[in-house]
DNA sequence: CGTCCACAGGAATGACGGGCGG
DNA sequence: CCGCCCGTCATTCCTGTGGACG
């Protein structure tokens, strides 16, 4: 069978299987359902508390925490939206703009896209932040209108460039003549507020709301009812269903797990042309998942990161016990020889080392040897196995995976 | 009980490519 | 086109430190 045929067959057994979904994209974390069971407490919180913009007053500013998969950006949303929309029927001059900061990534970013949002356009770089600020504020304040500003993930900004912008914004309303801003913060650090300068702490927690993590059953009901839109009549097991909830509550109760886990069990079952989908597809895809996570990982690092990370795949090899800091560097600055690039610092290296630890592709533990002095050691969270599979087919680093280092014979204290 | 190893990890600084306004 | 500022990555220099060894 030519390519040709074979992608037909892959194509229409595609359309044609109709049995398996019906509607994919209720599974997506983030479509937004009609009704999000167990958060009415929270929803009608953050309602109370945003109301008073629809009577051209402030509202409080609002301080959210939750882990992840808490339904905090889906519960903001809900709210948001509704209120968009009665501030229409009543003609209320209210604007909302949502900023995701892990993905925008600087306070540069987050200015800019506020500014966007309100019509004043902000080239990408090349302007000071005080700049971008100040023409926001001048932006805002011609516009009369009351702003909702909804920071996103906003421990990822704090955590790495300080506080400075929710300073900034939180004093925003005592500059501004014609327009109001109320801001929503969302963190999934429970303990950013220790990060926080009092003032602001003080100024954005006027209002806190809190998520606490679903349980396995109220997972099962988000779940079921996803499941129903998303799945034809007796198209998912009962067993299968409870498998996720279970295995996302065991996590952190994180509803954006179990949703993803019944996609990609719901997947694998079209893929195996399988009328119903069952538990062991569910554990199917939790290693497909897992399976993915990591390679993306290991694919998306920096050529630097990626040879620390085979310095370590290497040294986990000839020790049984796990790699320091020096052996890594001393292994990384050879394969660094090898490709005849020159090596970063062994400062540098530590903090790659952090970085792939963050990620989880390595673990590092800061231990003390006592006379032998404090270092970090370093274990590979990720199977040898896989890694061969991902650098096999690069055509640079595939030759590093089968090198023999010559620090490890060096010093061989391999084996026992 | 002090010493001293082998680093950790913070702060300051520099190199560099991108992009601005004038 | 210039001078300037940005964010990012990296280096250099630095002070801090847990605990086995003597």
Do not use: W
């Amino acid at each position: 069978m030519n390519d040709t045929n074979i992608l037909d067959e892959v194509f229409e057994k595609f359309v044609g299987n109709t049995k398996t979904f019906k509607n994919r994209e209720a599974l997506r974390h983030d479509y937004l359902p009609d009704r999000l069971p167990h958060r009415g407490e929270q929803i009608k919180l953050l309602g109370e508390t945003i109301a008073p913009v629809l009577k051209g007053a402030r509202g409080s500013n609002i301080f959210i925490y939750g882990k992840t998969g808490t339904g905090k950006t889906a519960v903001t949303k809900y709210v948001l939206t509704h209120l968009e929309t009665k501030a229409k029927e009543f003609n209320a001059p209210v604007k909302f703009c949502y900023v995701n900061c892990r993905l925008a990534g600087t306070e540069y970013r987050v200015f800019a896209s506020l500014c966007r949002s309100i019509g004043v356009s902000i080239p990408f770089t090349g302007l000071s932040v005080g700049e971008v600020f100040d023409r926001f504020r001048t932006g805002l304040d011609s516009s009369k209108i009351i702003f909702i500003i909804i920071l996103d993930e906003i421990d990822a900004l704090i955590k790495t460039r300080g506080d400075i912008l929710l300073y900034e914004l939180t004093r925003i309303n005592e500059v501004l003549c014609n327009s109001k801003v109320s801001l929503i913060g969302i963190s999934n650090d429970l303990q950013l507020k220790e990060f926080l300068d009092p003032r602001v702490l003080s100024s954005l927690s006027e209002e806190e709301i809190v998520f606490r993590p679903y349980d396995a059953s109220e997972l099962k009901n988000i779940l079921l009812e996803r499941a129903r839109l998303a799945f034809p009549e007796s198209a998912l097991s009962d067993g299968a269903l409870s498998l996720c909830s279970a295995l996302a509550a065991a996590e952190h109760g994180d509803a954006r797990r179990a949703l993803d886990l019944l996609r990609v069990a719901g997947e694998v079952a079209e893929r195996r042309d399988a009328s119903v989908v069952v538990e062991e597809h569910v554990r199917e895809a939790e290693k497909h998942i897992e399976h993915n996570r990591v390679v993306e990982a290991l694919k998306n690092l920096t050529l630097h990161s990626k040879l620390v990370f085979l310095s370590v795949f290497h040294l986990s090899r000839a020790n049984i016990h796990r790699a320091i800091t020096g052996e890594i560097h001393e292994v990384y600055n050879e394969l660094c020889g090898e490709l005849g690039v020159t090596p970063l610092t062994q400062r540098r290296v530590s903090t790659l080392v952090n970085e792939l630890d963050a990620t989880g592709l390595l673990n590092a533990q800061v231990v003390s040897m006592g006379r032998y002095g404090r270092t970090k050691k370093i274990r590979l969270e990720v199977t040898r196995t896989l890694i061969r599979e991902v650098f096999a087919n690069d055509n640079r680093l595939g030759r590093l995976v089968k090198y023999e280092p010559k620090y490890l014979s060096k010093h061989a204290r391999g084996g026992s």
